[in-house]
C-alpha cells in the first residue's frame, strides 16, 4: 500500500515536471520594450525559449552597454553574491555559518580600495 502511494507520488511529481519543461519550450521568443537614456540608437535584446540572450546594436558602446545591463538583469543575485564575499558581508544574508569567511576575506581589505 505504501509503495503504491509512493509511486503516484513520484509519478505526479515527474508529470508536474515535464508539464512545465513542455510549456518553457513552448514559451517561444520573449520581447520586452525598455527605454535607457545611455543609448544613442536603438539596441534590441531577444531571448529564445531557451533563455539565450541575442544582442543587436548600431555600434558597439551601446552592444557593451546593452550586455552589461542585461547581464545586470539576469545575474543581479550572483553578481551581490560575489559582491558580498569580496567584502566580507556574508554573514548579514546567510548568518553566523558565513562568519569564518567572513573574517577571512576581510584580511584581504578590499572594502577599502
Same mark, same amino acid.
Given at each position: ?23 518553457q519550450l513552448n ?19 531577444i531571448k529564445d @525559449? ?9 555600434n558597439q558602446k /551601446? ?5 552589461? !545591463?542585461?547581464?545586470?538583469? /539576469?545575474?543581479? !543575485? ?23 569567511? /567572513? ?7 578590499? @572594502?577599502?580600495?
Open positions: 500500500m505504501k509503495s503504491l502511494m509512493y509511486f503516484r507520488f513520484i509519478f505526479k511529481i515527474l508529470i508536474t515536471f515535464l508539464l512545465v519543461i513542455v510549456e514559451a517561444g521568443i520573449s520581447k520586452e520594450i525598455i527605454e535607457l537614456r545611455n543609448l544613442s540608437a536603438r539596441v534590441e535584446i @525559449r531557451w533563455g539565450i540572450s541575442h544582442i543587436y546594436a548600431q /551601446d552592444l557593451f552597454f546593452a550586455q552589461g !545591463f542585461n547581464a545586470a538583469r /539576469d545575474r543581479l !543575485f550572483q553578481l551581490e553574491i560575489w559582491r558580498r564575499q569580496a567584502t566580507g558581508t556574508m554573514a548579514e544574508i546567510l548568518g553566523s555559518k558565513a562568519i569564518k569567511q /567572513d573574517i577571512g576575506s576581510s584580511l584581504l581589505k578590499v @572594502r577599502l580600495m
